[in-house]
């Protein structure tokens, strides 16, 4: 009977481990994980932390699938190195588990500044996981905090804060760009996010980084930007970005490069019957072909699913990533895609907006669409545009607005 080993329990271990089950009845699969939850929705933490969203809203996969899949799910358990000649993993204990195939969902890790040391125990978290979710509100409510300060206004930054907002503290919004979600949104777009911000308080500094940190009585208290601006706070939460997480493919002879884990069309890296995919992986942009690290929930759920058809012999090909980002801010929902951020110089806009609520703006070259970007006080169905950017098929500018 042969043996699967799945690292990771987040987007792309519960599709993996899922598909495998579906295509092989009797394999053993095993899925190793640092964390001690069963496998949740991590795009769901900042409902959780305020509360709008329970632990079992946020599961995926309990117990009961586990058991009933027949599927062995370690809790807790760290794989410290891969023998990948004799095909074993070794987990910090020194347990041995053979395999015969193994993927690596090892997703990405924080990126820390140089001149903060992460400390819970004095106010200064990532937003992360479940347990950093956790922590933060144990925090909290501990210390009473009123004052919170998250660096980097990304999605994770911007979530985070309004969760912290809605948690009624007052929060310091500090981000390296002059705009709010610089690699998802326009300057126009972001400006229409800020203004709800005001309500919010919430107050943004811009063009800022964080350069010290003070503690008294062994908690944070206050933060100093780069123009020496001193903030008071009572906890920091660190959301200035990831980098994949190239730890054990390094140490294993695994092929990596700048973007990520190297792997083939079908999610093979390397070293035969080692497969990776989701934040650690480096992959082709469709539109622009440059290779760029994977990011997002629904590839890597798509990504899983494909190498459990590799593993089974029903092998498809991946043709590349559309990276696309969607999400609620504020009571605005935003969808963005494509070249939004650098846009090259020979793109066509096509923009509509009333500079308050409503904003849509399409990126053309030759006809083709390129990108969107939309923020609405409704739901946003962008399926439509997005299959237009794979299709690549000459459209008129009356089917986009």
Same mark, same amino acid.
């Not at 394999?27 to 069963?38: A, D, G, H, N, R």
């Not at 933490?45 to 632990?55: F, H």
């Given at each position: 009977m042969k043996t699967h080993i799945v690292i990771g329990s987040s987007a792309v271990g519960i599709s993996v481990l899922s598909q495998l089950r579906k295509l092989d009845a009797n %394999? &053993?699969?095993?899925?190793?994980? =640092?964390? /001690?939850?069963?496998p949740y929705n991590t795009c769901l933490?900042?409902?959780?932390?305020?509360? #709008? &969203?329970?632990? #079992?809203?946020i599961t995926i996969k309990d117990e009961k699938f586990?058991?009933?899949?027949?599927? #062995?799910?370690l =809790? !807790? @358990?760290?794989?410290?190195?891969i023998d990948t000649k004799n095909k074993f993993v070794i987990l910090q204990n020194n347990q041995k588990i053979f395999f015969d195939t193994l993927t690596l969902g090892v997703g990405a890790n !924080?990126? $820390?500044p140089s001149n903060v040391n992460i400390q819970e125990n004095i106010g200064i978290f990532f937003f992360k996981t479940l347990e950093d979710t956790n922590h933060i509100l144990q925090f909290i409510k501990k210390e009473n905090c009123t004052t919170a300060t998250v660096l980097g206004t990304g999605l994770v930054g911007m #979530?985070?804060?309004? @969760?912290? %907002?809605?948690?009624?503290?007052?929060?310091?919004?500090?981000?390296? %760009?002059? /705009?709010?979600? @610089?690699?998802?949104?326009? !300057?126009?777009?972001?400006?229409i996010i800020e203004k709800k911000l005001q309500n919010k308080n919430i107050t943004f500094y811009k063009n800022e980084t964080l350069e010290d940190v003070t503690c008294e009585n062994n908690k944070i208290k206050k933060v100093k930007l780069q123009n020496n601006q001193t903030i008071s706070t009572d906890l920091l939460i660190i959301a200035s970005g990831s980098a994949p997480n190239l730890d054990l493919a390094q140490n294993s002879g695994i092929e990596i490069c700048e973007k990520g884990i190297v792997v083939d069309q079908f999610f093979q890296t390397n070293i035969k019957d080692i497969y990776a995919a989701g934040d650690a992986i480096a992959v082709k942009d469709i539109l622009s072909g440059n290779i760029i690290s994977s990011c997002t929930w629904p590839d890597a759920i798509m990504q899983g699913i494909l190498?459990?058809?590799? $593993?089974?012999? &029903?092998?498809k090909e991946y043709k590349g990533a559309l990276i696309s980002f969607s999400s609620k801010i504020f009571e605005t929902y935003f969808a963005s895609c494509g070249q939004i951020a650098n846009t090259p110089s020979n793109f066509k806009?096509?923009? &509509? @907006?009333?500079?308050i609520n409503y904003y849509r703006k399409f990126l053309l070259h030759e006809n083709k669409l390129k990108g969107f970007l939309i923020l609405n006080n409704n739901p946003i169905n962008f399926g439509i545009y997005r299959k237009m950017i794979l299709d690549q098929k000459e459209i008129s500018e009356s089917n986009l607005l």
């Open positions: %394999s &053993k699969i095993i899925c190793i994980t =640092k964390s /001690q939850f069963y933490l900042a409902d959780y932390l305020t509360g #709008e &969203k329970t632990l #079992e809203d586990f058991t009933e899949s027949k599927i #062995e799910y =809790k !807790n @358990s760290n794989v410290t190195n !924080n990126i $820390i #979530e985070i804060a309004e @969760s912290l %907002s809605k948690l009624g503290l007052k929060v310091n919004l500090i981000g390296r %760009s002059n /705009q709010l979600m @610089s690699k998802l949104l326009d !300057n126009d777009a972001a400006e190498i459990a058809n590799s $593993i089974t012999n &029903k092998r806009h096509i923009v &509509k @907006s009333d500079g």
